[in-house]
């Protein structure tokens, strides 16, 4: 597609239950990153893959989070056990490249809100 | 810890102004300073700069960098209110690429008044 594109949009979920969300980058871009948007503060980063490399986990706030990148492009990070302070927005960005990790591009992101 | 301070957190202006939105940083090995504009959902990129004293511009909006007093500085002249948006500041640092890239602020709000 033209943009990266997130799904859900929009998740209300209970708490203790688990969610995907799901995201599809620019075609031909080989970095992906996830980031989290609370309410008023920045973008904290949490995952990022680049190709077929294993990824990089180290910002991933607990085991409850995990994510995976298929045949390099699709992603889906998961959430399990949700907690309240989970709810935030779920940015997904991608890259062309590696050497050009500034100039990300995002998706308009899923907004996870936890009862 | 990298760090990186926006200010002000939240600024409204009358339509006409010009504002200068400010980042402050630190960081270890730093590549970049970047900026983005996020209206709704989706930051866009606006900048990115990587030397001290050259001014990065694109219509009404400019940028510069200061590598030796680690800041940069965000203007916006005769605004409107499409302007209207959170203004985030992000640095790259590291080795190049990847998970030790970017560090963001927590954005300035700016509000344009008609």
């Known amino acids: 597609g033209a943009g990266v594109s997130q799904s859900p949009s929009n998740k209300v979920t209970e708490k203790g239950k688990d969610v995907e969300l799901r995201c599809d980058p620019i075609?031909?871009?080989?970095?992906l990153y996830w980031y989290r948007q609370s309410l008023g503060q920045g973008l904290e980063f949490l995952i990022y893959f680049q190709g077929n490399s294993a990824p990089d986990k180290s910002g991933l706030p607990s085991d409850r989070f995990s994510a995976e990148r298929t045949g390099g492009s699709v992603s889906t990070l998961t959430i399990q056990r949700t907690q309240q302070e989970d709810s935030a927005v779920y940015l997904c960005?991608?890259?062309?490249?590696?050497?050009?990790?500034?100039?990300?591009?995002f998706g308009e992101g899923s907004r996870l809100t936890v009862l | 810890e990298d760090k990186v301070v926006q200010s002000p957190l939240s600024l409204v202006v009358h339509e006409g102004d010009t504002v200068t939105l400010n980042c402050s940083y630190e960081v270890t090995n730093f590549r970049s300073l970047l900026w983005y504009k996020q209206e709704k959902k989706a930051p866009t990129f606006l900048f990115m700069l990587?030397?001290?004293?050259i001014e990065k511009k694109s219509g009404r909006l400019s940028s510069i960098l200061d590598k030796k007093e680690l800041f940069s500085i965000l203007n916006i002249t005769a605004t409107q209110t499409g302007d209207s948006a959170v203004y985030l500041c992000?640095?790259?640092?590291?080795?190049?690429?990847?998970?030790?890239?970017?560090?963001f602020g927590k954005g300035t709000h700016l509000i344009i008044q008609p």
């Open positions: 075609s031909g871009h080989t970095a």
């Open positions: 960005a991608s890259s062309p490249s590696r050497e050009n990790t500034g100039e990300l591009f």
């Open positions: 992000a640095v790259e640092a590291g080795s190049g690429g990847g998970a030790d890239g970017l560090t």
């Open positions: 990587t030397s001290s004293g």
